[in-house]
DNA sequence: CTATATATGTACCAGTTCGCATAATAATAG
DNA sequence: CTATTATTATGCGAACTGGTACATATATAG
């Protein structure tokens, strides 16, 4: 039994999503209409509703999604050997590229529009908890790389500066929104970076 | 001519506000339907326009609302003199009770419901960049005090010191209406406010 | 070929959206 | 009292909401 039976779709999965996530990344859930859906990916609504479910399916898958390519950035930057200084603000700095992309103030995909939906939907607000302790552990997992290898201090330790380091993250996210300019965003990265890792 | 012709009004202005601030405190702008300000405010449709104006006036009008309120929080703990430290510590701590407040996860009004419509609405986006500027300015303010009276160092100066600690503030919000517990966060503004003193 | 499986397109559902037109109500001014 | 002014109540309507039924199209399996 072979999973190519049937009229073959017309479309590529991968493309209608970024679609559909430029739209949620813009309008937010709640505002996103089905229809705006439907203008954005190509597709009628029925074969949304085939492939991929409610719009609330849609958007959660695509809120893990965004996560997943901010991982990878993650792991791209703060991968590599160089000090941790250097590599947070290489971090940070693709970060924000990704947050003040396209000319639009958008923001961080999962921050910025889940936040508002969180207390109205628990499915979304734990999906958004999870993604924070994600990134939070994520953190904490390189300063404390770095406490262990003497470059920074001991205290605080490295979960707090996980924390911490999350927060500039929420913060350029949200000025971003705001439509601060990357430019006007830099120095908050340097001497966030500064005292992240004194 | 005096001004109380005509027929009384059968609501208090402040009273029904506070009815809608919960409302769109809770579900956000888009989410909020007239008929959901209908029900909290306990006031017809039309009684609602005349007063107040569209549902985006009065969404606006609370969001100002909001950021007064939290400016009076800001000047009545940080405004006292004891060292900055304890000062910060308590302005953090009165925040989160706010944005914990009632047993549900809120975060700020602003900062958690403005973010998401900013893209879609020029005149909010502007409205969340004034406000974070203002309270940019207010612990930039607070930290160039510390600095002048020689109780912190001079570097980073007082408005990146501002911007770092409004991350801070940006982090417990977020953080706090993804359902995060104060218990949780009261770490996250003891070494935050310990690296922002440093 | 026929049978089956999947995808698509039209058209529609019941419920909700915002905003308003109209009329009734309740106060004051003279 | 009547005229005026302001607020409140009923209820409309046209557009939009998320979601689906049904018929049609297009592939593979045998």
């Known amino acids: 039994m072979t999973n190519s039976r049937g009229r073959p779709r017309t479309f590529n999965e991968e493309k209608v999503l970024k679609a559909a996530e430029q739209v949620f990344w813009k309008k937010g859930f709640s505002d996103t209409s089905l229809d705006d859906l439907v203008g954005a990916m190509g597709i009628n609504r029925p074969s949304i509703y085939r492939a991929f479910g409610s719009k609330e ?8 999604n965004f996560a997943d390519k901010m991982e990878a950035v993650f792991i791209e930057t703060m991968g590599s050997d160089g000090n941790i200084r250097d590599r947070l603000i290489a971090f ?3 970060a924000l590229t990704v947050y003040s992309g396209g000319g639009i103030a958008k923001g961080c995909m999962v921050m910025s529009t ?5 207390p109205c939907n628990s499915a979304i607000q734990e999906d958004l908890m999870a993604i924070i302790q994600f990134v939070d552990e994520k953190l904490a997992e390189q300063f404390q790389i770095a406490i262990d290898s003497g470059h ?5 330790n490295g979960k707090s500066r996980g924390m911490l380091a999350q927060s500039l993250l929420h913060s350029l996210s ?3 929104r705001a439509g601060q300019s990357p430019s006007q965003l830099q120095p908050l990265i340097e001497t966030g970076v500064a005292l992240l890792t004194s």
Chains 1, 2 share one sequence.
């Open 92 to 94: 940070y700095q693709n």
């Open 114 to 118: 889940a936040v508002t939906v969180a």
């Open 57 to 64: 399916d849609i958007y959660r898958r695509l809120l893990q």
């Open 174 to 176: 949200l000025r971003a």
């Open 152 to 156: 920074i201090s001991a205290t605080p």
